[in-house]
T-cell receptor
Framework: DTEVTQTPKHLVMGMTNKKSLKCEQH?????MYWYKQKAKKPPELMFVYSYEKLSINESVPSRFSPECPNSSLLNLHLHALQPEDSALYLC???????????????FGNGTRLTVT | KQEVTQIPAALSVPEGENLVLNCSFT??????LQWFRQDPGKGLTSLLLIQSSQREQTSGRLNASLDKSSGRSTLYIAASQPGDSATYLCAVKVIIQGAQKLVFGQGTRLTINP
């Protein structure tokens, strides 16, 4: 079982749809992350939030819009996606960015996204 | 630019064997190195984390070593079991442009045959 919960587990959406991915953790972690993982590839960092503020945006297209409404929740809003955006989207958390030097990241099980 | 390489890309061994997975990185300026396990279609499970000042960490049948100066880490799995079949990823934590990031290797797909 994972302490980082992601919903939905699977999502199929058309290129004109708007959908959201959700991530929740109750470990008191103050840093949260979105990663994208294509098949047979390692995860790639998309966004990092620290204390509910966006800390890192890895030049991600604007059709991906992150949101951190509180310290336990992280959303990823999706709009006008392309088929090549189909991937496993992983959420992770860590205590804080400053204190995470020697703390592991905790990953959720991901949302499998298919864009048709 | 930090690059992480894992060898081999895939490994298939009979149950009960001891095995070693390799990870190398190009820049020794790392904060820690973390080994993860990923089952098909699932998220990442942290197995072991080695701080930059440490040489090894152990958890059950797993032992991870770190030689920061040579840019190498190994994950040793003793008495392998079919349930160990998964993809194993190593990742180093670095500072890039003032931010902490994990840089992942491509992974080793491990199959343990009963």
């Amino acid at each position: 079982d994972t302490e980082v919960t992601q919903t939905p587990k699977h999502l199929v959406m058309g290129m004109t749809n708007k959908k959201s991915l959700k991530c929740e953790q109750h470990m008191g972690h103050r840093a949260m992350y979105w990663y994208k993982q294509k098949a047979k590839k390692p995860p790639e960092l998309m966004f990092v939030y620290s204390y509910e503020k966006l800390s890192i945006n890895e030049s991600v297209p604007s059709r991906f819009s992150p949101e951190c409404p509180n310290s336990s929740l992280l959303n990823l809003h999706l709009h006008a996606l392309q088929p090549e955006d189909s991937a496993l989207y992983l959420c992770a958390s860590s205590p804080t960015l400053a204190n995470s030097y020697n703390s592991p990241l905790h990953f959720g099980n991901g949302t499998r996204l298919t864009v048709t | 630019k930090q690059e992480v390489t894992q060898i081999p890309a895939a490994l298939s061994v009979p149950e009960g064997e001891n095995l070693v997975l390799n990870c190398s990185f190009t820049d020794s300026a790392i904060y820690n190195l973390q080994w993860f396990r990923q089952d098909p279609g699932k998220g990442l499970t942290s197995l072991l984390l080695i701080q930059s000042s440490q040489r090894e960490q152990t958890s059950g049948r797993l032992n991870a070593s770190l030689d920061k100066s040579s840019g190498r880490s190994t994950l040793y799995i003793a008495a392998s079991q079919p349930g160990d079949s998964a993809t194993y990823l190593c990742a180093v934590k670095v500072i890039i442009q003032g931010a902490q990031k994990l840089v992942f290797g491509q992974g080793t797909r491990l199959t343990i045959n009963p």
